[in-house]
């Protein structure tokens, strides 16, 4: 009886952590903004701008295209949030323009048409 | 078969109509243009346009342009470099004209790639490493003694057991002969080198340079052993506002405030904030005296940044104030029952640099350094009044231009410096005043490819000790795009503040005698190093190897041998040198798990009244292994360092009666950790130093009786307050 009652809970709780995994997969979403971001340092620094955002899974810049691909918990944080934090870094995002006093810091080979 | 062959033709036919179509090209010429990105239409002149992988190369003319004839090798693609401009490789396949546009480097730093560990520089010609703010932030905080704490070059050690006084070391030789510079300006001499460690905090300090032997004549005639630039925050990549608070079991507090501020498009400043506080009296040795002495130090810097265009202005203005008190845990200020040490210092010093360049002459400027600084300290050690004032200031003048291209390329300047020094040791007044005007020239000579050559000289003109020639020589050679050759050789000079650079002594009972007038010191260096950048499994390493060999041709001797109850000192009658030795391996392990390995070896020899021996406290050996933990984007980061101190023969005062007093110390090794977690804005960090909670057993003899003839609290080799925990968070706004 009692083993009984621990492999039920046991499914009880598999069953709930399913469902649990699946409604996290549900607000799941993937956002794909166009940056100003040149180089490899500029990803570096991006990505890793990224990672401190609240609500953000994961992300990656391609640097050839510019596109920077984020994962993010749609309860959370939102499209716009992750632009914005985008700009803060010094980079443009879709129609945002970077913020003045980040992109001023930025080094000098992530700055816009370094490397053209 | 068939197929396949079919296969091959489909890709063989546009690949056979290439060749075709670049055979007519290649018996021609490219032709074109470098222009300037920062002044739209500007030429560049004297660029260099290079085939990439050849020596094939050319220049451009007084218009910016250029004709470079096709090589025999099949690459198509250009190398085009300019100093002060960020290089570009372009493929000019099947074009017969192009025009490059370059972009300024405004400041030609080395790329700090995130996750890397201190670095020794691939760019510089002499043996250079960089301390970044990643790697100061894992140090305890906050000020520079704490710093090269994950550095295996730079030594930082305890000068006496009372005091707290700390000193850096470098090729074995005493932080004196190491020039320390702020922004390049030199910084913190003379007088305010006993206490001068703890006058810059962590926190202002954005990197470390440290040159290993003879660098640029530039910066003076001062420098022996090699140079530390600390760069200090720049106004306009400062944080908006940066936080630090620490404090550790030894109830030492730091507060730390930074405010960076864009007035408008030109001007930009940053405010410095530091204060550290240890009012605990603490006595874990059992010897009566604290382990460390109580502080209170108010430290403000504030830098103001102006650039336009062609013209860039920093200015700094820095003010502290410093009260220390150690000694027997009963002493108070002004007692004459207990021994103890005070000292109040103030200090307030200012700096401008200011530079121009010339239009469409990016390579060609002319910048004018000035600095000045007031020193001012009363200090008490025992019953021995020791007090002092200096007044100092320095006037560089730096034209900066290229012989044709930027092949060659030269500094020439003038300098002025005064210095007005003025000590009273029991009763005894040292004065002096110097005047130094001088002038110097460096040509580098720079083949565009693997070879630079800096050959510099200065004459100064010393109104004590007449004319002074320093020639200093560097030579980098890069065998192979990772295996560099360095070579650093040439002559410093400097006149010794014998009674600052031995405060130490003052807390034992030794007599500061002065057998004659001593003599400016005067000293060759030469040295060479050996780097070797690897790439194994994918992630990156380095093997440095590198020997110095300075000998003095005047020292001035601080003899504890000769007489026990003396310090003597003389000019140097014989030899005395000091040559180094270092090895070091850094790899990246595993990813985010680096290893940072040294060993080193320390052979420091002088002349103590006719006999040539080891100096006192430098062991012969020494070995350094940091680790560091970081997981990805820096989250979490450990480190842990240890470091093993050989064997040092020691020089004891007293009347050396008592059998037990060694004549060695012990080896020890000392391991410190550090953990730190960070968010968005936050960061906490937690560690420990001298985890192993080694303590060098009675670092003061005669303890019992510290005004009678034995007492000496100037041998400390090891620690002496055990282990000390620490927390302290920071925030930043950027």
């Known amino acids: 009886m009692n083993k009984l009652k621990v492999l039920l809970l046991s499914m009880v709780l598999a069953l709930v952590s399913i469902v649990a995994t699946q409604a996290q997969n549900n607000n799941q979403q993937t956002i794909k903004i166009k940056t100003s971001a040149v180089c490899d340092m500029c990803k570096t620094t991006l990505e890793k701008a990224m990672a401190y955002e609240k609500g953000v899974k994961s992300s990656s810049l391609d640097v050839d295209s510019k596109m920077l691909t984020v994962t993010f918990d749609a309860r959370k944080t939102d499209a716009n949030k992750i632009k914005k934090a985008v700009t803060a870094v010094g980079y443009d995002a879709d129609e945002l323009p970077a913020q003045d006093r980040a992109y001023n810091k930025l080094d000098d080979c992530c700055k816009k048409g370094a490397h053209q | 078969m068939k197929s396949h062959f079919r296969n091959y033709s489909f890709y063989l036919l546009p690949l056979l109509l290439f060749i075709v179509a670049a055979i007519p090209a290649a018996a021609q010429q490219l032709t074109g243009q470098v222009t300037d990105a920062a002044n739209p239409g500007q030429p560049i002149i004297g660029a260099s346009i290079a085939w990439k992988g050849t020596t094939h190369a050319t220049t451009t003319n007084a218009n910016g342009n250029f004709t470079l004839t096709f090589p025999d090798s099949l690459t198509s693609e250009i190398v085009v470099s300019y100093v002060g401009y960020v290089q570009q490789i372009i493929n000019v396949a099947g074009k017969q004209s192009v025009i490059v546009t370059l972009q300024p480097n405004s400041n030609l730093k080395e790329v700090v790639v995130e996750g890397q560990q201190t670095r020794y520089s691939a760019l510089t010609t002499t043996n250079s490493q960089i ?98 630039n600390v760069k200090l925050k720049d106004p306009e990549k400062a944080e908006r506002l940066y936080v630090n608070l620490y404090g550790n079991s030894q109830a030492k507090f730091d507060a730390n405030v930074n405010i960076g501020v864009q007035v408008n498009k030109q001007w930009s400043t940053a405010l410095l904030l530091h204060t550290a506080q240890l009012h605990h009296r603490s006595d874990r040795n059992n010897d009566g005296f604290m382990d460390l002495p109580l502080n209170s130090q108010y430290n403000v810097y504030n830098k103001w940044k102006y650039s336009n265009g062609n013209w860039v202005s920093e200015f700094g203005v820095n003010a502290l104030r410093e009260d220390r008190l150690g000694g027997q845990m009963d002493f108070e200020k002004g007692s004459e029952l207990y021994y103890g040490t005070t000292s109040e210092t103030e200090r307030i010093s200012g700096y401008n640099k200011t530079s121009y360049t010339f239009d469409g002459k990016p390579y060609q400027s002319i910048g004018l350094i000035s ?179 300075t000998t003095f041709r005047n020292q001035v001797v601080a003899d504890m041998y000769s007489t026990p109850n003396q310090v003597r000192f003389y000019n140097l009658d014989g030899r005395s040198f000091a040559s180094s030795f270092q090895a070091e391996l850094q790899y990246e392990v595993l990813k985010g798990f680096d290893v940072k390995a040294a060993y080193k070896y320390y052979d420091v020899q002088a002349t103590y009244n006719g006999d040539l021996r080891r100096k006192p406290m430098i062991p012969e050996h020494r070995f350094f292994v940091n680790l560091g933990f970081a997981t990805p984007f820096d989250k979490w980061r450990a480190d842990l360092t240890t470091q093993y101190f050989g064997i040092m023969p020691l020089a004891h005062a007293g009347t050396h009666h008592s059998a037990e007093l060694a004549e060695k110390s012990d080896a020890f090794f000392v391991v410190n950790g550090q953990i730190s977690r960070a968010f968005k804005r936050w960061e906490l960090y937690s560690g420990v130093e001298n985890l192993l909670n080694y303590r060098q057993p009675s670092p003061i003899v005669g303890a019992s009786n510290p005004f009678g003839p034995d007492f000496d609290a100037s041998m400390v080799w090891g620690p002496i307050a055990g282990r000390v925990i620490y927390a302290g968070l920071r925030f930043r706004i950027n």
């Open chain 2, 131 to 228: 301390i970044t703010t990643r790697d100061l932030e894992k140090s305890a905080c906050c000020n520079l003694a704490e710093s090269f704490e994950t550095n295996a070059s730079v030594e930082v050690s305890t000068t006496d057991a009372v005091s707290g006084a700390k000193q850096i070391q470098m090729l074995g030789l005493d932080g004196a002969y190491t020039l320390l510079t702020t922004d390049n300006v030199p910084a913190l001499q003379g007088l305010a080198t006993p206490f001068r460690l703890n006058y810059l905090s962590g926190t202002f300090i954005e990197s470390i340079d440290i040159i290993k032997g003879m660098g640029s004549v530039l910066n003076g005639y001062e420098s022996i052993s090699g140079q530390v």
């Open chain 2, 371 to 549: 600095s000045a600084s007031h020193h001012e300290f009363d200090s008490k050690y025992g019953r021995r009044e020791y007090d002092g004032s200096q007044q100092n200031a320095n006037l560089r003048l730096i034209f900066q231009s290229i012989i044709g291209h930027t092949g060659h390329t030269y500094k020439a300047g003038l300098s002025y410096t005064y210095d007005d020094v003025e000590e009273e040791l029991a009763g005894a007044v040292f004065k002096r005043t110097e005047h130094v005007p001088g002038a110097f020239l460096e040509y580098i000579y720079n083949n565009l490819s693997n070879l630079t050559i800096v050959a510099g000289g200065r004459a100064d003109f010393h109104n004590l000790y007449g004319t002074v020639f320093s020639p200093r020589l560097n030579v980098k050679f890069d065998a192979t795009q990772n295996t560099i050759f360095r070579l650093a050789a040439g002559k410093g000079f400097r006149v010794a503040n014998p009674i600052a650079e031995n405060t130490a002594s003052l807390v034992s009972s030794r007599n500061f005698v002065f057998t004659e007038q001593l003599q400016p010191e005067e000293a060759w260096n030469i040295g060479g190093s050996f780097t070797q950048y690897f790439e194994l499994g994918g992630r990156p390493g380095a093997f440095i190897t590198d020997y110095y060999y």
